[in-house]
């Protein structure tokens, strides 16, 4: 709950906006401040406003102090934490620095903290949809020869899976667009970049239609769901074990679930 002793303050949703943030609560010497992205912020009669421009100085002196104080696992659970976008997550990550900060020993395995538990928990479920997004993502052919993927995972991960899908996939084109947030990854045989794209009036994610997909990709998922089904005994189907293995959230990105 906000207080009228509260400083909020606003940031660009970047990590590096974030970090900045962090580095003016100390560096103002904040008793009590809040963290709040520009598109989630609101005018209030509690607490007084301050936007804060991301600097990537700033933002490297924090993360520095917490390569002194913590561990890679603590950093990583940090950034997870981050990409979550849980409302007020920016408030539990900065209690949880502030405990880095803090305390003379590590703190990273100090479950008796309750920021430390809540944010281990955020962190692992975000480590959970990074994995299956690695899993599930599906790509199609375009008619430009561009293997194209959507996805709407419940947390921002696309950072976290550009790696795996460059290594993975390193002699070809491909385009992994989150829709939910309306930015995605692109590689060119030889770097990754964000890309922005408006996508054409009436396109549908879900379905590989004839004006924007290539004719081959079109005829091997047509093979696919044929041998897919083919392969499939219905006597032995097991929907609930089958679920807990591909949650139905997640058939939307399967070929032989079209």
């Known amino acids: 709950m906000l207080n009228i002793q509260d400083s909020i303050l606003i940031y660009d949703g970047s990590f590096d906006g974030f970090l900045t943030c962090v580095f003016q609560v100390y560096d103002l010497k904040l008793k009590r401040a809040l963290i709040q992205k520009d598109s989630e912020s609101q005018a209030s009669l509690f607490g007084k406003q301050n936007v804060v421009a991301a600097d990537p100085v700033k933002a490297e002196r924090v993360w520095k102090g917490l390569r002194k104080k913590t561990s890679a696992a603590g950093r990583l659970r940090i950034y997870y934490g981050f990409l979550s976008e849980k409302q007020w997550v920016e408030n539990l990550l900065l209690r949880y620095i502030q405990y880095i900060f803090e305390s003379s020993l590590p703190v990273d395995s100090d479950f008796s903290n309750p920021d430390v538990l809540e944010l281990s928990k955020v962190a692992k479920s975000v480590g959970r949809e990074k994995h299956r997004m690695e899993a599930f993502v599906r790509f199609r052919l375009t008619k430009d020869g561009l293997y194209f993927a959507t996805i709407e995972p419940d947390f921002d991960v696309l950072p976290l899976i550009s790696k795996h899908f ?7 084109k491909w385009v992994i667009y989150d829709l939910k ?23 549908d994610a879900s379905k590989t239609s004839p004006d924007y997909f290539a004719v081959e990709e079109i005829e091997f998922q047509t093979l696919w769901k044929d041998y897919f089904e083919s392969t499939n005994i219905p006597s032995r189907k097991n929907i609930k074990l089958h679920v807990r293995h591909v949650p139905k959230r997640y058939w939307k990105y399967l070929s032989e679930k079209g």
């Open 166 to 172: 460059k290594s993975r996939y390193a002699d070809q």
């Open 181 to 203: 947030r309306n930015y995605g990854l692109y590689y060119d045989l030889d770097r990754v970049e964000i890309i922005n794209l408006t996508l054409p009036e009436g396109f």
